[in-house]
C-alpha cells in the first residue's frame, strides 16, 4: 500500500513537562501546515479528535478535496464516528466538537477519515517529533 499524498493529515501531542497539548493539520499534496492549535494541557486523545474536527471544518469551509483526513489515532477515528467523545474530561472544546459534527452530520458524512499506518508509511507528517 502506497503512502498518502492527498488529503490532509492530522497529529497532536502532549507534553507532561509543560503541560502543553497541541495538534495540528498538514496539507498532503503541499507539505504546507493548515492549522495550529494549543489547547493548554489536555490529553492527547482529546488532541487528536480536535485535530480531526478542525480538519474537517476546514475541508467543508474551503471545498478542499480530496475529503479525506489521516489520523494515526483509532480513539479519533471512532470519537468521529461516533460523533461525540469517550472523554471524562469536561472540556468547552469537546462539547462544541460534538455539537459540530452532528449539526453539520450531512457534509461530515461526506469526509472520510482513515488510520495512518505508521508501521507501512512512517510517521504521520503532521507528527511533532517528540518521541
Known amino acids: 500500500m502506497k503512502r498518502p499524498s492527498n488529503g490532509i493529515a492530522t497529529d ?19 507539505g504546507r501546515q493548515i492549522f495550529l492549535e494549543d489547547l493548554g494541557n489536555q490529553t492527547v486523545n482529546i488532541g487528536e479528535f480536535l485535530g480531526v474536527v478542525a480538519a474537517v471544518k476546514y ?8 475529503r479525506v483526513i489521516y489520523t494515526d ?30 449539526v453539520f452530520s450531512a457534509e461530515v458524512d461526506k469526509i472520510d477519515v482513515l488510520h495512518w499506518k505508521n508501521d507501512l ?11
Open 73 to 102: 489515532s483509532i480513539t479519533a477515528i471512532t470519537w468521529f464516528n461516533n460523533k461525540r467523545t469517550a472523554s471524562g474530561k469536561r472540556n468547552t472544546e469537546l462539547e462544541k466538537a460534538g455539537v459540530f459534527l452532528k
Open 12 to 30: 497532536a501531542a502532549h507534553s507532561t513537562k509543560n503541560k502543553l497539548t497541541r495538534y495540528r493539520g498538514i496539507d498532503l499534496s503541499t
Open 121 to 131: 508509511w512512517g510517521e504521520t507528517p503532521a507528527d511533532f517529533g517528540c518521541k
Open 59 to 66: 475541508i467543508i469551509e474551503n471545498d478542499f478535496h480530496p
